[in-house]
DNA sequence: TTGTATGCGTTATCAG
DNA sequence: CTGATAACGCATACAA
């Protein structure tokens, strides 16, 4: 037996058929072509235990029948939390980013949530920007590599909270709670020097990045530690640091040729490309007279000529990481380990 | 005066406030610590002309004081549209795509919509998955270059009907409606075999992709209006179609070298990349024996040795244009240039 | 096992 | 110009 409330409810239906004859079908109609109420269908739909199971099935049925699919917003609304997920990177169109979105993706696809992705360009203005939008989307978690301008974490601790679930990749506030993912960037750091130094170079300089990010600083270490492993003092006049973009890294590799510098471990990807344009400007080769070796195995460097030794991250797995360091709650720092890529660039002994 | 049920509200929203001491702050704490309604409040923030302006002025300053901002989710669910704008393409480590996404970014944040992120990886399935995850959020928009996988376009129409505005781009399927944002296939592809036959070369082929894309199509159709009026005869064995990566890219070239092709005019980024792996495999010189021009301007082509010849589209403008034709709700086809870089791969004429 | 009632936070409609 | 009220679609506590 109907209630009255339930009739007027069908009646309204019926003419909301009528007036907009391509509406989305709700709960609310596959309920009321079956003869039940809402909550019974939103119940069989959401898999609970105290539905009948020839009720489920029914529901089921109907609801692949009148193509169905769930109104994730209001669903949403109504859980307080949703099933997105925002990735904010500085910029999407680096090789390294966007295999970090790609693996993430991939795992988090298969648990049921989507992708929301802001870029920050950099910029501090715009990674406020980006991390209020996807409060206010109520995300249900942040995955963050932060900005370069972002020298500290507090507007990301004032934004935040602790409401939403962070996890930190690449680019890292060590300050911060949350899981973290990082290359193992002192020991490839350390790997990478290493090499330079067994092939003979004499003076190794760093083109160093930006020390308010946290991996930059443990691949400083790292290279600071094959130095001193190789009994070579480190000298801070062959440190260049906040260099990261292709035209800062050419600068820093300038004034390390006219420091005498004969081999440079770039910790940037694009940093290293720079190092290549200062040297044919001064016509100096690679790698007869200098060494280089960068980080972050962008395809660019297999392509080019000579080819770049790189000290490559796994993206991927990084992103893979991120996601499931997510999925199961987890706010530890998790490690991913980094490999040395000998190209030309740095191979003088055959 | 308040009525009853206002208080009661009042009340309620006190203790919610004491249980769980840090509640996002709603529309109605506003209208509750200033003692007017929520509607008030919502019109104040929508910027209605119908609300007193000391009124809005007050409300402004009490929700910039408690810390408010919009909750979307309600706000869309309410409005049974987003202001989010899903994206879907095949792979966002190809440059060409992640620079669109950029593009449509930066003027879609602007307007003040998200963009959300899907990847097809080629595949039907996955793109038919994203294009209902997308409509389950009710997107206000959806931008689409399809995966190769896509033969056709019933997929699309079939979900995404006409509710949705949809603005495709570079990879476009010519019969379903929506504005479409194309390179200027073409008169580029013209122009890039013009640019190989002017420099010589006497059997020039194509590796055009694949004939379900209308970019293609265009790009085949402007080889062969260059072949024409240069009056060589179009041949239908140098015309290596369905290969997009570097893979089918080298073996296309292997069977153009076969066929005694001595150029190639590559309608795929990475295909080109394959035919330099094909040349170099068999020793062929480029671009004395052979001239290659590719599509898409990726910056590995010009970090290569050769550097590779390419017909360059311009990604980031590509989707701005998607981003503007979608927020002036232009249906239209909208050609961007093409622009030809001649680098080392045909360049035999100095 | 199912139905009833309510609220998530916002906005639109209608009164006043 | 502002207030009261309902509804967007769904999920859940509680009642039956």
Redesign the pocket.
Known sequence: MQ?F??LCKRL?LCI?YIVNNH??V???DIAASLG?????V??A??GS????E??RLAVEKKAAEMGYE??VV??N????RSNMVGIVVPRIHREFFSRVIGGAESVLNEAGFNVIICQTMESREAEIKALKALRNYRVAAIFLSHAIESRDSSHVREIIGTDIPLVQFDRVFPDLPGAKILGANCEGAFTATKHLISQGYKRVGTIAGYMSSQAFVERLAGYRLALESAGIPFDSSIVFEDSIVRETGREACLKAIEAGCDALYCAGAYSALGAVDALREKGIRIPEEFGLVGTSNESFTSLMVPSLSTLGQHPFEMGQAAANAFLEGRANTEVIPMELHIRQSSKRIK
């Open positions: 209630t409330g339930f309204y909301r509406v989305m709700t709960i609310t039940i109420t809402p909550s019974t939103s119940r739909l959401a235990s105290r539905v009948k020839s009720t769930r109104n209001a669903s609304l109504r859980k307080g």
